[in-house]
């Protein structure tokens, strides 16, 4: 920190002046190498503090402020999701879901977090539900083998419904 670094300096300056000729200059040296320690040490651990905040896409998703959510059913409705936006961002990130699953042909849903609608020049995130499985920005998601994929349509069903009344 500042206050260990002055000190540090203060009580350099204070064996320097104490101590002439070559003595001197072994000082300043371990000086020099000491604060090379500690501007090692800084860049290492602010590296480390950095890399412990990678943020996945259930994390936007839950942090996201808006969505915009439709439905494939011919009768072209959207919804645009604010105020309850947490019932539904942070209901995704607690799916049963797993790597994997069909490509979707005909998607049932789609949601689309950070919709440019309302909040421009975000980063849209667009979730996909399929008859078989799921996408979240074109990564395929699916549901255990013990679990029938059919539990996430009926959660999405129930979540369109709540919305669209």
């Given at each position: 920190?500042?206050?260990?670094?002055?000190?540090?300096?203060?009580?350099?300056?204070?064996?320097?002046?104490?101590?002439?000729?070559?003595?001197?200059?072994?000082?300043?040296?371990?000086?020099?190498?000491v604060m090379i320690l500690l501007l090692a040490t800084?860049?290492?651990?602010?590296?480390?503090?950095?890399?412990?905040?990678?943020?996945?896409?259930?994390?936007?998703?839950?942090?996201?402020?808006?969505?915009?959510?439709?439905?494939?059913?011919?009768?072209?409705?959207?919804?645009?999701?604010?105020?309850?936006?947490?019932?539904?961002?942070?209901?995704?990130?607690?799916?049963?879901?797993?790597?994997?699953?069909?490509?979707?042909?005909?998607?049932?849903?789609?949601?689309?977090?950070?919709?440019?609608?309302?909040?421009?020049?975000?980063?849209e995130i667009v979730l996909v539900v399929g008859p078989?499985?799921?996408?979240?920005?074109?990564?395929?998601?699916?549901?255990?083998?013990?679990?029938?994929?059919?539990?996430?349509?009926?959660?999405?069903?129930?979540?369109?419904?709540?919305?669209?009344?």
């Amino acid at each position: 920190s500042a206050t260990e670094l002055n000190k540090l300096g203060s009580g350099v300056t204070k064996m320097l002046d104490h101590y002439r000729g070559g003595n001197m200059r072994k000082i300043a040296t371990v000086y020099i190498g000491v604060m090379i320690l500690l501007l090692a040490t800084a860049v290492i651990r602010i590296q480390h503090f950095n890399e412990d905040k990678d943020i996945n896409v259930f994390d936007e998703i839950q942090a996201s402020p808006c969505a915009k959510f439709e439905c494939n059913d011919n009768s072209n409705e959207t919804i645009y999701i604010t105020s309850e936006i947490l019932s539904i961002s942070a209901s995704v990130s607690s799916l049963c879901i797993v790597d994997g699953g069909m490509p979707i042909d005909q998607w049932l849903y789609r949601i689309t977090f950070n919709c440019n609608e309302i909040y421009l020049n975000a980063k849209e995130i667009v979730l996909v539900v399929g008859p078989n499985s799921m996408s979240i920005n074109g990564v395929l998601y699916t549901t255990p083998d013990e679990v029938p994929f059919e539990n996430i349509i009926r959660f999405f069903d129930a979540k369109y419904k709540h919305f669209s009344e």
